[in-house]
C-alpha cells in the first residue's frame, strides 16, 4: 500500500538549523504539514522526545544510516522517505543550504511541504505547475502551494 495506514501522524524535529529561530523553523514544519492535513484526513501531532513517525533533521553529506547523502550547497536540498516503519516518513533537510522563512535562499516551509508529499507516499510529478514538480520553483510563500495534480494525488491515495 502506498500510504500510511494510521491517520494520526507524530512528527518530531530531532535537530534545528541555525539559519532561523527555532520558533520559524516549527512553524514551517507545522504549515508544511498542514498543506497536506487540509486535503485528507491526516493529522499531524509533534512530540519532543522518542520515535515518532515522520522524523525531521538538517543534515550534511554522508549522515548516520541513512542510505541517501547531501551533497553540499544547492543541487539536492531535502530527501523523504515514503510511508512505513523504520526510516519510512524520515525528512532530512541539506543543511549546506541557506534556509529562509521569505524569499531569500531556500524557504523551508516550501522545501518541507514538497517533501512531506513523498513522506504520504508520493512521488514527483510531470505537472510544472506541482508542488510535486521536481525542481525548486520559489512560488509566492503565502501563494497556496498545491496544484490540482497534488491533490488529485493525495486523493487518490487518502481518499
Ligand atoms: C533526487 C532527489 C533526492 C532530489 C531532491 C528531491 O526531490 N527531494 O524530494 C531535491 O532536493 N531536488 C531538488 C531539485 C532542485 N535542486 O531543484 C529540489 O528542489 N527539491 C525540493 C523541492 C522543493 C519545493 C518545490 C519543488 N518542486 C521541489
Ligand atoms: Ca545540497
Ligand atoms: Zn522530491
Not at 500510504?3 to 507545522?30: C, F, K, Q
Not at 499531524?44 to 520515535?51: L, N
Not at 521536481?134 to 495534480?149: A, F, I, M, T, W
Amino acid at each position: 500500500l502506498p500510504g500510511w495506514r494510521r491517520h494520526n501522524l507524530t512528527y518530531r524535529i530531532v535537530n534545528y538549523t541555525p539559519d532561523m529561530s527555532r520558533a520559524d523553523v516549527d512553524e514551517a514544519i507545522r504549515n508544511g504539514l498542514e498543506v497536506w492535513s487540509r486535503v485528507t484526513p491526516l493529522t499531524f501531532t509533534k512530540t519532543s522526545r522518542g520515535i515518532a513517525d515522520i522524523m525531521i533533521a538538517f543534515r550534511t553529506r554522508v549522515h548516520g544510516r541513512c542510505p541517501r547523502y547531501f551533497d553540499g550547497p544547492l543541487g539536492v536540498l531535502g530527501h523523504a522517505f515514503p510511508p512505513g516503519l523504520g526510516l519510512g516518513g524520515d525528512t532530512h533537510f541539506d543543511e549546506d543550504e541557506n534556509w529562509t522563512k521569505d524569499g531569500a535562499g531556500f524557504n523551508l516551509f516550501l522545501v518541507a511541504a514538497h517533501e512531506f508529499g513523498h513522506a504520504l507516499g508520493l512521488s514527483h510529478s510531470n505537472d510544472q505547475t506541482a508542488l510535486m514538480f521536481p525542481n525548486y520553483v520559489s512560488l509566492d510563500p503565502n501563494k497556496y502551494p498545491l496544484s490540482q495534480d497534488d491533490i488529485n494525488g493525495i486523493q487518490s491515495i487518502y481518499g
